[in-house]
């Protein structure tokens, strides 16, 4: 069928074969502007078709990096979710710790570069689930040695992959880590906080030490380093926690020998690594 737009002109009108030729053309133009309207649905359908999300990039083979001066400093991390509570809910995350930071060295996540990165848009443009912001944060030790990723950029913001968290199955996903529940993060990593320096205690009924390795300004943006040795008032903790502040006077470090260590957040999504199962050199 060849649809044909021009106007139709009746010259002659009455006759029953030049009804019946009017309508077979009315209907005629009909089916060539359904034909239209379905080639238009799928030109814009093509595109979508054409660019499948892309995998989460993982690095095959990361190579251990050491970080330090880290105290203080802030950073940000891009989460690439995966799962549903029935299989399993996991996340990669990417960091930006000694990147961004041409302006400031002690800032690697400016918020003009952190606002730029759309969770949304992400979440179109990866094999995910969903896509978390999490920071600005800072952090409370001094090193960190540990396998990362190529530089990966989000939107202009430059990251590197450090690993994985992953949710215990049956847990949803939420904006953040639920409050005092702790979970895995699989990493190979080596914390150092140095002797002579505090350390931010949450310990638990049973008398296990979470030591802070990063506290978080999401919830609360006034917070500083600073101000962490007075937190204890702001925390909602649960019976039979408590929060301290300690002066190392050795060097503790806090290792993933496991290849992950239980982490868990405070109700300021401040985030603390545990010092159990061999994880840590003593137990502050």
Known sequence: ??????????????????????????????????????AGALILTLPALALPRKPVPVPSAPKEMTFTGLRGVQYCEVWLISGTPETGISGDYYNTSNLNNKADKMDTCPCDQWAKVNAE?????????????????????????????????????????????????????????????????????????????????????????????????????????????????????????????????KDLVISTPQGYNWIVQDNLQNTYDACKGGASNYKP
């Not at 737009?5 to 006759?15: E, L, M, Q, Y």
């Open 121 to 249: 848009a992400l979440k179109a443009e990866y094999d995910v689930t969903t896509v978390y912001k999490n920071g600005p944060r800072g952090w409370t030790m001094d090193s960190i040695t540990i396998p990362v990723g190529p530089v990966q950029t989000f939107e202009g913001l430059e990251t590197r992959w450090w690993g994985k968290g992953v949710l215990p199955k049956g847990a949803k996903f939420k904006a953040g880590i639920e409050p005092y529940k702790p979970l895995k993060s699989h990493r190979k990593s080596t914390f150092t906080f140095q002797k002579g320096k505090p350390v931010f205690i949450m310990e638990d009924p049973e008398g296990t030490p979470w030591v802070m390795q990063a506290y978080s300004k999401i919830i609360d943006p006034t917070l500083t380093y600073d101000a962490l040795k007075n937190l204890g008032p702001k925390l909602k903790l649960p019976p039979g926690w408590k929060y301290r502040v300690k002066v190392l006077d």
């Open 1 to 38: 069928m060849i649809c044909d737009s021009r106007a139709i002109i009746i010259r002659k009108k009455g006759t029953n074969a030049m009804r019946r030729k009017i309508s077979t053309l009315k209907g005629q133009s009909y089916v060539c502007l359904l034909l239209i309207m379905l």
